[in-house]
Every structure is written in C-alpha cells, then in structure tokens.
C-alpha cells in the first residue's frame, strides 16, 4: 500500500511500533473474533524479519505462544561467589522464545486478515485532535479513532528525577562448544559469581544442548559499558566453565528501562502507551514477555467491553508498583547491593513463591513472606526516601 501525499487514510486503530506489545494485542484481537469488522493498520521502521531478540519467561499453564517455544527448563540455577542453589520449578516451567518464530507466527495470522495491514514505515509525528489520532510517517500520512503506541521515548523518564531510571542492559553470545559442558535441563537464572565492580552483574545462561547455550553477561545499572567489556567477561566466565574452543554462532545485545516512573500518565482519550513506552515492562527485573502477554489480554477486553472509550481508563496501578520502586531506589543509590538482595531472597525463600511474587499474583501475606527475606534495613531506609512518593501511589489506587 503506498499513497500520495495529498491522500490521508484512516484506520480505527494505529499501532506505531510493532514490537512484543503491539504484536501480543493485535493477534489476540484476531483470536477474540471480535474485531474483524474494524480497520488496523501496524506502523514499524523494522520489517521483523530477523531472529533480533530473545525472550524468557515462566508459565505454569501452556500458553498461546506454547507451539513456538523453542525450549523448556524445570530446573534453573541461582548462584553467587559463596554458593549455589538449585530451583526446582514446578508447576513452573521457564521458557524460551526466538524473536524471529514470533514475528513468523504472528504475521502468518496477520496476513489472512483482511482488516488488517502492516506498513514497514517509520513514524515521525503523532499529534492527537479532537475527533482523531493523526500519524505522520516518511512516505505517508494516516489517521485513526485510537491509537497505540509502543515508540519508547527515552527523554520521558531520564530527564526527570523524582523516579529512579536503570537499565539492564546486556550482550549474549550462542555458543557451540567442542566439550560437553553445559547442563540442557537446567537454565542458570543469576550467577553473581562474576566481579561486581560497584555493580549489579550476574551471567544468564540459557542451554539448549550439552554442546550450546546462550550466555549473557547482564547488569543492572545506571551507565553501559563498552561491548568490550561485556565481551570479556563472557570469555572470562566461559574459560571458568573451562570453555577454551568454541563458535560463536549468534550475538545479541539490549538495553531494557528499569524505572517505576509513571508512564501511563501520557496516556489520552484516544492515545494508548503500551509496551515498555506504557509501563508494561517489569521495573524490578526488566522481564517483558510475561507481563506484556498479561497486559495484552486485558487491553483486548478492555477494548470489548467500552463503546466510547476512553484510554486512561485502561491503567490500573497496584502495590506491585511500589515494591518495585523500593527496590529501584536501593539500586539506583547502592548499585552494588544487587547481590546481596538477590542472594537473600533466593538463598532461604521458596522459588515457587518468589516466582509468584514477580509475576504479581501473590496475596499480600504472601508478598510479606517473600519481602522478608530480602534486608531489612536497605528496605526500610528506601520506605523513608520514598514516603513521599506513597502519597502520589494512593491517589487512584484501585488495592
């Protein structure tokens, strides 16, 4: 589809950016049957025709996505310089999926929906009216009733203060190795056995076979480093494995913001944020499949069940919110602590609960269960530093 200038579009809904957030709504919206009589129109700069990612998460029950899942582990690894704890799972299991078995499965639903058209342009200007969203591109502009959008604009939470901004930010290598070394039944979750250097670092790794892995050198923290560094201290982690031959096969690298600022504050009548530009990215752990493929599922009922809608109704805020801020002060100031935290909860607390804990459906009893294994006195002094901002967490609170 390619327009003239002169010629305008319009669409019931936009999705600029499509990205996990967008992809997850706009095929759940197939699969609800409800939408086939609405026009949709999904806007990226990227044609998703590269494996470009790699997202991991836990499940208890098979999920839509279960037929692309590339590989599933019901043992993981916690480890630091002092010991080493198996987790067992279940009824979790922690899954992998490859950035480029999504975008196939979800644009091969895509294509058979004649309502529905993907344009690999790049966005340029959104600018919300009265009556309708219009969406500016390079070669085209557009307009709809609503629009989603999944662009994240980093200035939005760096250029305030109030709210603390990490990243984790990362580089991986797919290895293939000529000795058996690696375990395929288990994935190590954290091991913060590698030189802190003031940080929160821990490797991830993620084995497919005896022979191959992802090994990811992960931080916690507010400034990247060179791809040197992370670089070598992948080598350095694989030559303590006594990893010395090997391929690289495949790289990967990424930045994810870790931050509680409120981003569904710029959220309109007829504008959405959604995806990490809404939030939906996990702020204590960066994780962003779980929490976008729950988000996703109420986005798709929300949209059913309003006639005229109004888009900041959709954000409902919960305690989860400011456990994460918590969290995020004491790392934003003691970046360093990241071990000592994560240690103390995984060390002595039962992994099933924590696992809970993370994807938000604990009971408040049970959130006290797990808060308590962590350090007191970090906590308790981030609860003073941050009283303030309590006042703006009860404001709308729908606990």
């Given at each position: 589809m390619r327009m003239n200038s002169s010629q305008i579009k319009h669409f019931d809904y936009i999705f600029t950016g499509a990205g996990l957030a967008s992809l997850m709504t706009v095929y759940k919206m197939i699969l609800s049957g409800k939408f086939s009589d609405k026009s949709i129109l999904l806007l990226d700069k990227d044609s998703k025709k590269t494996n470009d990612r790699t997202?991991?998460?836990?499940?208890?029950e098979e999920s839509t996505w279960n037929s692309i899942i590339s590989k599933k582990w019901d043992s993981a690894l916690f480890a630091n310089e002092n010991f080493k704890r198996d987790l067992e799972l279940e009824p979790y299991s922690y899954n992998k999926i490859n950035g480029l078995d999504f975008y196939n499965f979800v644009f091969e639903k895509i294509s058979n929906q004649p309502n529905i058209t993907f344009l690999h342009e790049k966005v340029?200007?959104?600018?919300?009216?009265?009556?309708?969203?219009?969406?500016g591109t390079e070669e085209n502009r557009y307009t709809c009733d609503y629009l989603f959008n999944s662009i994240y604009t980093k200035a939005f939470a760096e250029s305030q203060t109030k709210y603390p901004v990490l990243q984790q930010h990362f580089v991986g290598w797919?290895?293939?190795?000529?000795?058996?070394?690696?375990?395929?039944?288990?994935?190590t979750f954290m091991d913060f056995s590698v030189e802190q250097k003031g940080n929160t670092r821990f490797m991830y790794v993620l084995p497919t076979s005896k022979t191959e892995a992802l090994v990811e050198y992960t931080l916690f923290s507010e400034k990247l480093l060179s791809k040197e560094e992370y670089e070598n201290d992948i080598q350095r982690y694989?030559?303590?494995l006594g990893i010395h031959q090997f391929e690289i096969v495949e790289?990967?690298?990424?930045?994810?913001?870790?931050?509680?600022?409120?981003?569904?504050k710029k959220n309109t009548k007829r504008v959405l944020n959604i995806g990490t530009a809404g939030g939906w990215t996990k702020a204590s752990t960066g994780y962003t499949f779980r929490n976008s493929d729950k988000k996703s599922s109420e986005l798709v009922q929300f949209l059913q069940n309003l006639d005229s809608l109004n888009m900041k109704a959709f954000h409902k805020k919960n305690r989860f919110w400011f456990y994460d801020l918590l969290l995020l002060d004491i790392?934003?100031?003691?970046?360093?602590?990241?071990?000592?935290?994560?240690?103390?909860?995984?060390k002595n607390g039962n992994s099933k609960l924590i696992f809970k804990f993370?994807?938000?459906?604990?009971?408040?009893?049970?959130?006290?269960?797990?808060?308590?294994?962590?350090?007191?006195?970090?906590?308790?002094?981030?609860?003073?530093?941050?009283?303030?901002?309590?006042?703006e967490f009860n404001q709308n609170n729908n606990l």
């Open positions: 997202w991991s998460f836990w499940e208890k340029t200007d959104i600018n919300e009216l009265d009556t309708h969203v219009f969406v797919f290895v293939k190795t000529e000795v058996e070394v690696f375990n395929p039944e288990q994935a694989l030559e303590k790289k990967e690298q990424g930045s994810i913001p870790m931050t509680s600022y409120p981003f569904w790392l934003y100031r003691h970046n360093e602590s990241g071990s000592s935290i994560f240690s103390s909860l995984f993370l994807d938000e459906e604990t009971s408040f009893i049970e959130d006290v269960k797990v808060i308590l294994k962590c350090p007191k006195i970090p906590f308790l002094k981030a609860l003073f530093r941050v009283i303030f901002l309590s006042n």
